[in-house]
């Protein structure tokens, strides 16, 4: 796909768990396009920081239904990316 690093990586996703995980395992987590691949976003987040990129795993997280006072509104799905990079390598996010 011919797509940016920027447009690639939506945001990072700072929770308890992928903050934990940065610090101690050296993976990180990111909401990302649903039309890139994990070779995409193995190049987008190694041009984005420079660092080396070891594993990409990725999920589809399906979106629910929230309850407004209006009706139902339907949420979207997302694509999370969870990348291991080398020994060595951070990447700052704050």
Known sequence: MNLEP???LRKPLLTEKST???E???V???EV???ASKDDIKEAVESAFGVKVLKVTTQVRKGGSRRFRYGK???N???RAVV???????????
């Open 6 to 8: 920027h447009y690639i």
């Open 73 to 75: 509104v339907a949420e």
């Open 84 to 94: 291991r990079v080398a020994e060595g390598d951070t990447i700052e996010l704050f």
């Open 28 to 30: 990180y987590a990111f």
């Open 24 to 26: 101690e395992l050296n």
């Open 77 to 79: 799905s997302w694509k």
């Open 33 to 35: 396009d649903r039309r």
């Open 20 to 22: 934990a995980s940065m």
